[in-house]
């Protein structure tokens, strides 16, 4: 598609999405429903959210140790939750912990919720399965909300992530983290790349406008 035409349409939808979630919204997911607070990634409107469950469906999850890293609404961590995983969702936002508190006990779900800046407050274990939709534009955000956007100037999230990934991660664990055509992959392969980690192409799909991705994170 014409850059022109991409940017008219991401910029339009755009507009409208941030109209529609100026509140908070329920949302159903495969007869899952959550609700999703105001300044929450709203897993409706991104493809990546989906892409990432489409992804992991195609494993059996029962009584494996799942991390939901950055859960946002936690509509993966409740779907692997359901499939009988053993599922641990963090977030950085206290609005995101919130919601998922409130969602975990009104689907009655197992899920252990840890407000965390990346994996600073993940107690040390090795989990099956790592699951990881990041904020990927270079920008300092400013509230929490942007925290599901912006990575910092210098991809400070991806610098921490790479840094602290070794102990929860044996070589065996599946570590699925999603990106799209519009990060700076060159940088984040090369952040991962400095600690011993590299990216490598696992799906890749055109959903609409965007072309997305996920890479699975292995040790080098
Ligand atoms: C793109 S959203 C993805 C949400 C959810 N995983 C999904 O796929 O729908 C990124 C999430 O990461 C969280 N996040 C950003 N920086 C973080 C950090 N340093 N530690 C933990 N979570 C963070 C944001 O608050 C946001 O909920």
Redesign the pocket.
Known sequence: MKKFTKKFIQFTVGYLILLYLKKDRFYTYKETKILVKKG??H?AF?F??KF?ISAIKTFNLTNKKVL??????G??SFYCDKKGAIVTS????PI?INGLIENNRKLKANVTIIE???FDKIPNQVFDFI?I???YYPKKPNN?AE???YCGENFE?FE?LFKQMNPYNNGNTIVFLSLSEDCDFNKIASIASKNNFLLKKYLNKMILWERNFIYKVMPK
């Not at 963090?90 to 936002?93: E, R, T």
């Open positions: 929450v990634f897993p991104f990546s959210t990432l939901e890293l950055g859960a946002g609404s509509i993966i963090s977030d950085i936002s995101a965390s800046d990346l699951i939709n990041p904020p929490d925290k599901a956007w999230y921490k």
